[in-house]
């Protein structure tokens, strides 16, 4: 999903004039250590920059996580029809959360290898406007 999400918004921010194309969207570090015999915690993973990229699948791992907790805190409204949400919803969630966990470690990340507070506080703000919108 966060390919496919990646690639849809960077077209839609290259024809809108906002961002330019590059090649690299999510750089991994690589290793720079001369030894062969040492291994190098910080290989692979995620860096995250200012890049408007990162809000989208940001504010998807929000919302998902703002939706489980809604579940299993009770704080559901209650169903009209009669039909409530299942199980098979929750794990959808968390299926989501799962396919998301590089931004999921990135929200508890520092310095490079975490996402930047401006991005979070955008993802927010949309998911609080997409919760808001959903919720009545």
């Given at each position: 999903m966060s390919a496919w999400l990646f690639g849809v918004v960077g077209v839609i921010l290259?024809?809108?004039?906002?961002?330019?194309?590059?090649?690299?969207?999510?750089?991994?570090?690589?290793?720079?250590s001369s030894d062969e015999g040492t291994e190098d915690t910080e290989a692979g993973k995620f860096t995250f920059d200012q890049?408007?990229?990162?809000?989208?699948?940001?504010?998807?791992?929000?919302?998902?996580l703002t939706a489980l907790a809604t579940a299993l805190l009770g704080l559901q409204p209650p169903a009209?029809?009669?039909?409530?949400?299942?199980?098979?919803?929750?794990?959808?969630?968390?299926l989501l959360v799962v396919c998301l966990w590089?931004?999921?470690k990135g929200l508890f990340g520092s310095g490079k290898y975490g996402?930047?507070?401006?991005?979070?506080?955008?993802?927010?703000?949309?998911?609080l406007f997409i919760y808001t919108l959903c919720r009545y």
């Open positions: 290259k024809l809108l004039g906002i961002s330019e194309t590059v090649f690299e969207v999510t750089r991994k570090d690589q290793s720079t890049s408007p990229i990162f809000i989208p699948p940001t504010a998807v791992l929000l919302l998902q009209r029809d009669g039909v409530g949400s299942g199980s098979l919803e929750t794990m959808c969630s968390v590089p931004f999921l996402i930047p507070l401006s991005t979070i506080f955008k993802s927010a703000g949309l998911v």
